[in-house]
T-cell receptor, first 112, second 114 residues
Framework: SQQGEEDPQALSIQEGENATMNCSYK?????LQWYRQNSGRGLVHLIL?????REKHSGRLRVTLDTSKKSSSLLITASRAADTASYFC????????????FGGGTRVLVKP | DTEVTQTPKHLVMGMTNKKSLKCEQH?????MYWYKQKAKKPPELMFV???????INESVPSRFSPECPNSSLLNLHLHALQPEDSALYLC?????????????FGQGTRLTVV
């Protein structure tokens, strides 16, 4: 079963705009991770945020975590055509034996 | 070397065939994983190996048989698959199972069962 649910399921923006996607989860987590997948190939790890952290930045990426609301958001600033991909959140829960469980994903299309 | 290498990239097999998927990493990671991903769906965990021992089997049918010959290699042996088993099979590794770190994924094997 999926721990994380993401919205929107799909997002279409112009190059240069910001893209925001959200992830909600149901039970306590150790950490929450975001991954990118291009065209059905391998997943690339973007950022990991631990349960005691509220915000992290990596380049044009900003991730927030609100454990009281059991939600996270990923913001991509100044998007580029190369950012076109599917983005997945994944939660690492001790209660689930530290299994990494993926959300449904957001498909992002950045139009040049 | 921060790569997880999967072979083959594509595989077409009949329902009576036996084939194997291979995965290799040289990052010294002690946890390795098999995931299955259907089109437009998230990856679903199949197996976890920790220190070369099978830690988790997510109730995967026995027609999928994992093997971890050593700390760098992970195989998935396939036998008598069904057309619904067609999917992208992803291998991943991490520093250790249960550790607070990210997973590194291979590019996947796209499997078609005919």
């Amino acid at each position: 079963s999926q721990q994380g649910e993401e919205d929107p399921q799909a997002l279409s923006i112009q190059e240069g705009e910001n893209a925001t996607m959200n992830c909600s989860y149901k039970t306590s987590i150790n950490n929450l991770q975001w991954y990118r997948q291009n065209s059905g190939r391998g997943l690339v790890h973007l950022i990991l945020i631990r349960s005691n952290e509220r915000e992290k930045h990596s380049g044009r990426l900003r991730v927030t975590l609100d454990t009281s609301k059991k939600s996270s958001s990923l913001l991509i600033t100044a998007s580029r055509a190369a950012d076109t991909a599917s983005y997945f959140c994944a939660t690492d829960r001790k209660a689930a034996g530290n299994k990494l469980t993926f959300g449904g994903g957001t498909r992002v299309l950045v139009k040049p | 070397d921060t790569e997880v290498t999967q072979t083959p990239k594509h595989l077409v097999m009949g329902m009576t065939n036996k084939k194997s998927l291979k995965c290799e990493q040289h990052m010294g990671h002690r946890a390795m994983y098999w995931y299955k991903q259907k089109a437009k769906k998230p990856p679903e965990l199949m197996f976890v190996y920790s220190y070369e021992k099978l830690s988790i089997n997510e109730s995967v049918p026995s027609r999928f048989s994992p093997e971890c010959p050593n700390s760098s290699l992970l195989n998935l042996h396939l036998h008598a698959l069904q057309p619904e088993d067609s999917a992208l099979y992803l291998c991943a590794s991490s520093r250790g199972y249960g550790e607070d770190t990210e997973a590194f994924f291979g590019q996947g094997t796209r499997l078609t069962v005919v």
